[in-house]
């Protein structure tokens, strides 16, 4: 959890950047399964690099590459598959 914070995931709550307001319940997450990415009523955000789900189904090109980090260069690994000098 903690490599999230550094990471600036945590800085706002897990909303999708692309989609629609749903029910009250899920409108904080910006998901809804009758307005989708890409159909009426959904909008993208401003910054996808700020979000870790792209449309509340997939990740965000910035969530890949921080798991990507994680795998390659720790902590997600156990030995790193590279080793930072």
């Not at 490599?3 to 897990?14: D, M, R, T």
């Not at 950047?17 to 409108?27: E, I, M, N, R, T």
């Amino acid at each position: 959890r903690s490599c999230l914070f550094n990471s600036g995931f945590y800085k706002q709550l897990p909303r999708a950047c692309c989609g629609a307001p749903g029910s009250v319940a899920k409108a904080a997450y910006n998901f809804n399964v009758t307005a989708k990415c890409g159909e009426a009523g959904a909008t993208a955000c401003d910054d996808p690099s700020t979000h870790w789900s792209w449309d509340g189904i997939h990740l965000t090109e910035a969530a890949y590459g921080h798991i990507a980090r994680g795998w390659v260069y720790g902590p997600f690994a156990d030995q790193p598959i590279f080793q930072s000098s």
